[in-house]
């Protein structure tokens, strides 16, 4: 940004230590005279008033453009912050376009080092604190212009209901999504189908799908009778499944509800 030459005078102070107002203040004080009085004094208060304000307009200008230099975040930087600060420090290029952001700049900070590319069009804050659900967190947004949601093996172990251990992250995206050429991390299983809205809930501020439909799936993959049972019967237990949904389950998975689980 270029300075008009006849307020460049106004820029000889080392303008970064100071408010902008205070600087633009003090660079005036010494053509004060000592003793200023009446109009004199008004006009001389006046113009410290004019001068300040217009010196603060550049300097925030100045600031502005060197915040947005290449070099360095700045304003980009601080929103994508607000953005991954809910989300496990991800954030993906739909983030970005909804901050008014151009997917372009978060392939610029990742050549900086401000980001790390996760995936495509996704990208995580360096550095942002570790948390035990990154993992789980960045497998929903992994695939690329949907969000993933967490479920079968996947959400009975995040709900805590029976002793299953899943060797794979379990995630539920819409039918018409396809890999394409993409080669999905080994860590991560997809399933294709269409959940309705009230089968999905947030976990820890995960997407995930709700208990109900957690046991359904498993049922749906045959998973093992005990581990089935068992998560029928916590869910119960903890409040997660009412009376008539425990029935109905228990109904459609083929349990007698007069038998008593084995523990």
Not at 1 to 27: C, E, N, T, Y
Not at 225 to 253: F, I, K, N, T, V
Request: aromatic share 6%.
């Amino acid at each position: 940004m270029s300075i008009p030459a006849s307020q460049q005078h106004l820029f000889k102070l080392d303008w970064v230590r100071k408010p902008s107002s205070q600087l633009a203040r003090s660079s005036l004080e010494a053509r004060i005279p000592s003793k200023p009085h009446g109009p004199e004094l008004r006009t001389l208060r006046r113009a410290v008033r004019r001068v300040a304000k217009a010196r603060a307009v550049l300097m925030d200008r100045i600031t502005l453009n060197a915040l947005d230099c290449p070099s360095m975040p700045g304003r980009h930087f601080k929103t994508l912050y607000e953005i991954a600060e809910d989300n496990y420090g991800f954030l993906t290029v739909d983030d970005a376009r909804r901050a008014g952001i151009r997917p372009q700049r978060l392939a610029e900070m990742a050549r900086r080092g401000s980001l790390q590319r996760e995936g495509l069009g996704l990208y995580r804050l360096d550095p942002f604190p570790v948390h035990a659900l990154d993992s789980y967190r960045k497998a929903t947004l992994w695939p690329y212009g949907v969000e993933g949601v967490l479920s079968h093996e996947t959400a009975l172990d995040l709900y805590e209901l029976s002793d299953v251990n899943p060797a794979k992250i379990h995630i539920t995206v819409p039918k018409r999504y396809r890999l394409r050429r993409r080669q999905a991390p080994p860590a991560y299983r997809f399933h294709h189908e269409d959940l309705d809205t009230h089968d999905i809930t947030r976990h820890e501020g995960l997407p995930i799908v709700t208990p109900t439909k957690a046991i359904r799936q498993c049922h749906a993959a045959h998973l093992r009778r005990d581990l089935l049972r068992q998560a029928l019967e916590q869910a119960r237990e903890r409040g997660l499944l009412g009376r008539s949904a425990y029935a109905e389950l228990m109904h459609e998975a083929g349990f007698d509800l007069a038998t008593t689980p084995t523990r």
